[in-house]
């Protein structure tokens, strides 16, 4: 039994060099063939996006990049603080923006009560370029819910960078300041980035198969994916819940892939940043932090809310 799982773990970590070996050339590769994967109007380029997009060759390729990064950064601290400034401003750059979804949410709701409940109008047409855009008031008040997915989905990372998200804290609070960078580095490798490439491997082949026809899923090999490539059409999802309801429910699969992807990227920068303040000491804590500055009485009640 224990030769069985010497030879076994000897196996898998074989498999692992490999893969990551055959990441450098996948990588040089993708690099000098651009047009292999970005010519959409070709199918055989789509094909190889859905196919790479959700698979163990790009897995290994962005795991050997976190490991050349994290190797170069330790050597030169200041490639990782690039990394770390470069995340959270764009975490919280694409947070504040979308934030705003939540005044047109309000706005919008307001506009439909006005004009169903009191002009009692069915229908808002919009045309301010020309071309006029008419739908059911029901589908502008299913509309809704994207705007809150959007907010959900894209300011999650803003609100992890400004430390809003809710902690139940048993043991965290006790320890050393040593200890919570360990255990924060640990949350990040073991905890957020497992679950959400878990998520990301879901979400992209959930996207796929409501834009295109044939379907795909994650069982689909390369060679079953270039048959289908040859019937292969756009086939945008555009069914409601409701006849005149909102249709264009496909960018909620979207908001769950994008919301992985800015969230792994956050991981990758609370990884760093905690990695970087322990090996700098208590003089790196919160360096580059682009926090919201609060007033006094704001920062009361978010102080009593913690």
């Given at each position: 039994m224990e030769e069985a799982g010497a030879t076994g773990l000897w196996g898998a970590l074989v498999w692992i060099g490999t893969q990551m070996g055959q990441s450098l050339g996948n990588i040089a590769w993708?690099?000098?063939?651009?047009?292999?994967?970005?010519?959409?109007?070709?199918?055989k380029a789509l094909v190889r996006v859905i196919y790479y997009g959700g698979s163990v060759e790009l897995f290994f390729a962005l795991f050997t990049l976190f490991l050349a990064l994290t190797l170069v950064g330790l050597w030169r601290h200041q490639i990782l603080w690039a990394y770390v400034r470069g995340a959270e401003a764009l975490g919280n750059g694409v947070g504040r923006i979308f934030a705003w979804a939540g005044l047109l949410m309000v706005l919008q709701q307001t506009m439909i009560v006005f004009l169903q409940r009191i002009f009692l109008v069915s229908e808002i047409s919009i045309g301010p370029f020309g071309k006029v855009f008419t739908k059911d008031l029901s589908w502008f008040s299913e509309e809704l819910k994207?705007?809150?997915?959007?907010?959900?989905?894209?300011?999650?990372?803003?609100t992890f960078i400004q430390g809003g998200h809710?902690?139940?804290?048993?043991?965290?609070?006790?320890?050393?300041?040593r200890a919570k960078k360990i255990v924060d580095m640990a949350g990040a490798l073991l905890f957020m980035i497992p679950s959400l490439v878990l998520m990301w491997l879901y979400s992209w082949y959930f996207l796929w198969r409501h834009l295109i026809t044939?379907?795909?899923?994650?069982?689909?090999?390369?060679t079953q994916l270039e048959r289908k490539a040859r019937i292969l059409k756009w086939n945008v999802e555009t069914i409601g819940f409701s006849p005149n309801g909102?249709?264009?429910?496909?960018?909620?699969?979207?908001?769950?892939?994008?919301?992985?992807?800015?969230?792994?990227?956050?991981?990758i920068a609370f990884f760093y940043r905690n990695l970087l303040e322990l090996r700098e000491g208590p003089s790196s804590d919160g360096r580059?932090?682009?926090?919201?500055?609060?007033?006094?009485?704001?920062?009361?009640?978010?102080?009593?809310l913690h």
């Open positions: 993708t690099i000098s063939h651009p047009m292999a994967w970005l010519n959409w109007s070709d199918p994207l705007y809150n997915a959007a907010v959900v989905a894209l300011c999650c990372g803003y809710v902690r139940v804290d048993l043991v965290y609070g006790r320890l050393s300041r044939p379907k795909v899923s994650a069982s689909d090999g390369f909102f249709n264009a429910y496909f960018l909620f699969k979207l908001l769950i892939f994008l919301f992985c992807v800015l969230m792994v990227i956050q991981a580059y932090l682009g926090r919201d500055q609060l007033n006094d009485e704001t920062a009361e009640r978010a102080a009593e």
